[in-house]
């Protein structure tokens, strides 16, 4: 569905290659930016994929092999993006390890990729002439999504949905899972292989679980959903681009 009016303009990249990943990360990208500001009227934001080529080399097998020549097409897809005056990116890949093993200065930092990434972009972005405080602008409205370990972390938490699609056999211990992970949400993050321990779930529910998503439940974690909020909330500029999505009260309405 084309957005009505759109006000901000984002390209989501996933290393996921599911036939719901783009769908699942922008549904959960909504998630988010409601919680952001619940005013944000998700109607007046375009998302589109990535294209063939620049979604190919994001797919885990593909995204660290440095010789790929569709890298140089992503970096190039990315800038292109950031240089719109609305245009944000949003990147969603997984940590690969638990929250405990994280660098706590930089912790969306998981992989050495992301630098290499940004790194070129910003020389795409210099190619073309544009200052450096420009460029730094632009860059700020390149956002991360970084579950750890990985993407199923979140949508786990969802526990009361995942409950609706699981098996619920005593031997599974399914139940007995997500009525832990229910009480406590920071355990999800801590595991090293979440879809292996809800197997009877899986990743088959992935675009379902984020129905209903227990944003400020799974935020108060302080774990790996928070760091991404958190950068979303320092982010000046995606906030002003919120605020653009929605009508701000007239001041006799606020007077009323």
Same mark, same amino acid.
């Given at each position: 569905?084309? %957005?009505a009016d759109p006000k901000l303009f984002v390209l989501v990249l996933t290393e996921d290659n599911g036939r719901d990943a783009f769908a699942t990360v922008q549904a959960l990208t909504k998630k988010l930016l409601v919680y952001l500001e619940p005013r944000c009227d998700t109607h007046r934001i375009a998302f589109t994929p990535a294209n063939d080529e620049a979604r190919d080399v994001l797919v885990a097998n593909q995204y660290t092999n440095r010789r790929d020549p569709r890298r140089r097409r992503l970096y190039e897809v990315i800038a292109a993006q950031l240089r719109l005056g609305d245009g944000f990116v949003v990147h969603h890949f997984d940590a690969d390890r638990t929250w405990k093993q994280r660098d706590p200065d930089a912790p969306l930092d998981a992989k050495p990729i992301q630098r290499d990434i940004l790194d070129h972009v910003r020389a795409v972005l210099r190619h073309n002439e544009i200052e450096e405080t420009d460029i730094d602008a632009m860059l700020? =409205?390149?956002? =991360?999504?970084?579950?750890?370990?990985?993407?199923? %972390?979140?949508?786990?938490q969802n526990t009361e949905h995942a409950l609706a699609r699981a098996c619920r056999r005593l031997q599974c211990g399914c139940t007995a899972r997500l009525e832990a992970w229910a009480a406590d949400r920071g355990l999800l993050d801590e595991l090293s292989n979440p879809p292996a321990a809800l197997p009877c779930v899986g990743k088959r529910h992935n675009l379902a679980l984020v129905q209903a998503f227990p944003t400020a439940a799974v935020y108060a974690a302080g774990k790996s959903l928070a760091a991404a909020v958190d950068a979303m909330f320092a982010c000046d500029a995606l906030l002003h681009a919120i605020e653009r999505t929605y009508q701000p009260p007239t001041s006799e309405a606020t007077s009323a």
């Amino acid at each position: 569905m084309v %957005a009505a009016d759109p006000k901000l303009f984002v390209l989501v990249l996933t290393e996921d290659n599911g036939r719901d990943a783009f769908a699942t990360v922008q549904a959960l990208t909504k998630k988010l930016l409601v919680y952001l500001e619940p005013r944000c009227d998700t109607h007046r934001i375009a998302f589109t994929p990535a294209n063939d080529e620049a979604r190919d080399v994001l797919v885990a097998n593909q995204y660290t092999n440095r010789r790929d020549p569709r890298r140089r097409r992503l970096y190039e897809v990315i800038a292109a993006q950031l240089r719109l005056g609305d245009g944000f990116v949003v990147h969603h890949f997984d940590a690969d390890r638990t929250w405990k093993q994280r660098d706590p200065d930089a912790p969306l930092d998981a992989k050495p990729i992301q630098r290499d990434i940004l790194d070129h972009v910003r020389a795409v972005l210099r190619h073309n002439e544009i200052e450096e405080t420009d460029i730094d602008a632009m860059l700020s =409205r390149y956002v =991360r999504l970084v579950p750890y370990p990985e993407i199923e %972390a979140w949508l786990y938490q969802n526990t009361e949905h995942a409950l609706a699609r699981a098996c619920r056999r005593l031997q599974c211990g399914c139940t007995a899972r997500l009525e832990a992970w229910a009480a406590d949400r920071g355990l999800l993050d801590e595991l090293s292989n979440p879809p292996a321990a809800l197997p009877c779930v899986g990743k088959r529910h992935n675009l379902a679980l984020v129905q209903a998503f227990p944003t400020a439940a799974v935020y108060a974690a302080g774990k790996s959903l928070a760091a991404a909020v958190d950068a979303m909330f320092a982010c000046d500029a995606l906030l002003h681009a919120i605020e653009r999505t929605y009508q701000p009260p007239t001041s006799e309405a606020t007077s009323a």
